[in-house]
C-alpha cells in the first residue's frame, strides 16, 4: 500500500510514554488514534466540524472498517507524520489511506492503513446521504 499518491492532509504526531508499551514502542492500538485525529484535524481543515454537524443535522461520521499494517517500531520521543488520503468518496462514505511516517511525508514508513469511514444517522446508526454542502467541502479537500 506503500502509494505515491500525495496524501491530502499531515499531522505531526510526538510519540509520549502514555503511546508505548513496556517494550518502549508504540502500542499497536495507539496508531488507530493517530489516524482518527488526523482525520478529525483534516475535517477541521476543510471547515467539518463534527459535533456542530451533529448538532444540525443529527449525523456523525463512524469508522465501519480499518486493515491496518506495521512496518516498524516507532518509539519514545519519535515524531511521526500521520497523513490523510482520500481515495474514495460516495454520498455515504469514504474509504482513505493514512501513514505513519518517522522523519516527514517522505520519511520511514511505520504503518498504514485503509480506513471505510461512513455517515450514520446517530440515534438509528444507520446509514444516510451526507450533507451536500458537506460532501462539497470533502471533495474539495
Not at 489516524?35 to 476543510?46: D, I, V
Not at 454537524?53 to 463512524?62: Q, S
Not at 489511506?97 to 511505520?110: D, H, K, N, P, S
Request: hydrophobic content about 45%.
Amino acid at each position: 500500500m506503500d502509494t505515491a499518491t500525495p496524501p491530502s492532509f499531515s499531522l505531526p504526531v510526538r510519540v509520549y510514554w502514555e503511546d508505548t508499551d513496556a517494550g518502549g514502542v508504540v502500542y499497536n492500538a495507539n496508531y488507530l488514534k493517530f489516524f482518527e485525529r488526523a482525520r478529525s484535524e483534516w475535517l477541521r481543515s476543510l471547515d467539518v466540524h463534527q459535533q456542530a454537524l451533529r448538532d444540525e443535522t443529527g449525523g456523525v461520521f463512524v469508522v465501519s472498517e480499518i486493515a491496518i499494517k506495521y512496518h516498524r517500531p516507532a518509539r519514545l520521543d519519535d515524531l511521526l507524520t500521520i497523513t490523510v488520503c482520500l481515495q474514495q468518496m460516495g454520498k455515504a462514505s469514504m474509504v482513505f489511506t493514512q501513514q505513519a511516517r518517522r522523519g516527514g511525508v517522505e520519511g520511514e514508513l511505520m504503518a498504514e492503513a485503509t480506513v471505510r469511514v461512513g455517515w450514520v444517522d446517530a440515534e438509528k446508526m444507520r446509514p444516510v446521504k451526507m450533507p451536500a454542502d458537506v460532501l462539497q467541502r470533502l471533495a474539495a479537500g
